[in-house]
């Protein structure tokens, strides 16, 4: 199974942010948006969800500070009991660091790591960037059917200074 | 006071001076693939091999003397039974400093939403993981039998087990050390795939390409994953910034925690974490000054780069200035005559030529910066840097050796000189720096493409007779 998409690129960042504001408004499925930085509001322009991952971040950051925490207690205190100075087996403020680093270790490492599989990145995975979409062009990538008017979405598209419009024929597995 | 009454002066009502671009040059999307990839591309300048050829000998040096003091062992230093730290920690600290101003730039200032951070946070990074590499050797050699490092490590082992001692600041210091090495790299890297997919999508014929390809994992530039990516992005410039100041404030508790007069006081941790920034963003002014003139990046890194970053340093410098002051104010107050001592050996004692070189680099000559004209001569700046440099590493050296030259017991007092293989591995860890520098310069976009691209004006807002009904 394949779907057929139409890639129209922009040069302004600001003309893809009203391209897919106006796309939608008309009706139209934007597939994705391809763009060589992060801009600004298109997520709310895209009607994207906000991410969870910060609750990944949120539970490994955890995990790791109370982990480390049981684990300085069992360590220092139940299995070898060692006697610093006087100081109490289980010293909660002297767990505080090395609890505290792995609080920052694993949910960083929690965290990038959620990022790349939701988003798929992989190393070996065979790239699928629309031409010039890393370097200087704003690609959007919208659903068509082979049945549907051509001559509207060109007229929107164009109205929205698009610089170049291609068809596409994508791998069904490829839509999200 | 009236003064609040007054009416404005007339100097008030002047418009104000236009603030100067943060990218010059008028540069399109385009323009700023092509200028950060050709340096990548083109064929290394003399200039970069003369540089690579003088850092990799003294990394060689140093290789060389680490490999004789292994051999040896360590009484191949200048350490006795009073002075038992010198050299070794006094670096461990330096470097470890150098590197805290990568993570500032990287991550504090994207938390203060500064847009300068775009066109120096790479670079930053970069000496951040250099720095910490640098750091990381000192301890290994220190050990005396650095293969039996991995006994930091809380593994199951043979000998009980036995764990390791959680409560000591070493151990913290292993484990702050390790996580800021960490994360630093997962930060750089991560902040890097956007970079890579566009060298890799300029299909440049080679071994570079191909590499590009795996390391940017596939990324596509899409708005669902860029939408996650910088939330993520903010995550980790959360996560780092405690991590940034918790790890300074680790290094200073190996000396707090203990009872040397001068070492055991409540100061140390914002102390060290204000020299630390102080250092780090002298070093980031020392190395983008270079780069700026070797590589052409007259447009990136602007006057106002260089001037908001000498105002942080200027700022950093005044509080590592009141530190000093505060410290001997309480040894004073603490009517200690141990504490008391200390201080009042430090200005006027054998070492006081390392006090004073480090009062006048570190305070007194950083205070020009307050003059506009000084910040926007790069030259000045770059020297007023090598200073901080100096004085910052005279100043680690100052809290170690002076704390323990004069013991509580007067029998027991000692001098400390370094022997040439103390000095040889100081100037080996430059080498190690700068060749990885280099390397990274050649080999990695020295400046964030993606990033630098999100602060780019638009072209619509910046040439706005070219389109019609545009809104800002």
């Known amino acids: 199974m394949s779907s057929r998409v139409v890639l129209a690129s922009f040069a302004d960042e600001h003309d893809v942010l009203d391209a897919v504001r106006t796309l939608r408004t008309r009706g139209y499925t934007v597939r994705d948006v391809f763009s060589p930085h992060a801009i600004h509001g298109m997520d709310e322009a895209m009607g994207l969800r906000p991410t969870r991952l910060t609750w990944v971040c949120f539970v490994c950051g955890a995990i790791g500070l109370f982990g480390m925490l049981w684990f300085q207690n069992w360590a220092n205190a139940v299995d070898w009991p060692i006697n610093v100075g006087g100081k109490p087996w289980n010293s909660l403020p002297a767990e505080a660091p090395v609890a505290f680093e792995m609080l920052v270790l694993l949910a960083a490492f929690g965290s990038v790591i959620a990022c790349l599989a939701v988003n798929r990145l992989y190393p070996g995975k065979a790239d699928a960037t629309p031409p010039r979409a890393t370097d200087d062009r704003y690609v959007v990538a919208i659903d068509v059917t082979p049945a549907s008017p051509r001559e509207h979405l060109t007229q929107t598209l164009e109205s929205c200074r698009v610089v170049d419009v291609e068809d596409r024929l994508v791998a069904a597995e490829d839509k999200r | ?472």
């Open chain 2, 1 to 472: 006071m009236s003064s609040a009454a007054t009416p404005m002066p007339a100097a008030a009502h002047l418009p104000p001076p236009p603030i100067p671009p943060l990218i010059g040059g008028d540069k399109t999307l385009a323009g700023v693939t092509r200028d950060i990839c050709q340096p990548l591309e083109a064929r290394p300048t003399r200039l970069w091999w003369i540089g690579l050829a003088l850092a990799a000998s003294a990394l060689l040096l140093g290789v060389v003397s680490v490999v004789y003091q292994i051999a040896m062992g360590i009484g191949v230093w200048g350490l006795n039974k009073t002075v038992g730290w010198g050299f070794d920690i006094t670096n461990f600290v330096f470097w470890v400093g150098i590197g805290h101003a990568g993570t500032l730039i990287s991550a504090v200032l994207f938390l203060f939403r500064q847009r300068w951070r775009t066109s120096v946070n790479r670079a930053a990074e970069a000496m951040t993981l250099f720095a910490v590499m640098c750091a990381g050797i000192f301890p290994l050699i220190h050990m005396g039998r650095p293969w039996l490092a991995y006994w930091f490590a809380p593994y199951p082992n043979l000998r009980g087990p036995l764990w390791i001692n959680f409560k000591s600041p070493l151990v913290w210091d292993f484990f702050a050390i390790s996580t800021y090495f960490l994360v630093s790299a997962l930060f750089w890297y991560f902040g890097l795939i956007p970079d890579l997919a566009t060298i890799r999508d300029r299909r440049w014929p080679g071994l570079r390409t191909r590499i590009c390809s795996v390391l940017s994992l596939g990324w596509t530039g899409s708005a669902r994953a860029w939408h996650r990516y910088e939330t993520v992005y903010l995550l980790l410039a959360g996560l780092a910034t405690p991590l940034v100041f918790s790890v300074h404030t680790i290094v200073s508790m190996d000396f707090a925690t203990s009872v040397i007069p001068g070492w055991h006081t409540t100061i140390f941790p914002p102390y060290f974490v204000a020299g630390a920034i102080f250092s780090g963003l002298a070093m980031v002014l020392t190395l983008m000054l270079i780069a700026r003139k070797t590589m052409r990046l007259e447009h990136y890194i602007t006057s106002r780069h260089v001037d908001a970053m000498c105002k942080l340093m200027l700022s950093m410098g005044c509080i590592v200035g009141l530190a000093y002051g505060t410290e001997f104010f309480m040894a004073f107050y603490s009517g200690n005559p141990y504490e008391q001592f200390v201080f009042l050996n430090r200005a006027g004692g054998p070492f006081r030529g390392a006090y004073w070189t480090m009062v006048i680099c570190n305070v007194v000559i950083p205070q020009v910066l307050w003059l506009q004209r000084v910040r926007a001569n790069f030259a000045a700046v770059f020297v007023i840097s090598i200073f901080v440099n100096i004085g910052m590493w005279f100043e680690r050296f100052v809290i170690i050796v002076t704390s323990l030259h004069r013991d509580y017991l007067p029998s027991s007092w000692a001098s400390y000189t370094p022997t040439i293989i103390e000095i040889t591995t100081l100037i080996g860890s430059f080498g190690l720096f700068f060749t990885c520098f280099l390397l990274f310069c050649r080999f990695i976009p020295v400046i964030a493409m993606a990033e630098v691209k999100g602060v780019l004006e638009p072209a619509s807002d910046r040439h706005p007779s070219a389109k019609s009904g545009e809104a800002a």
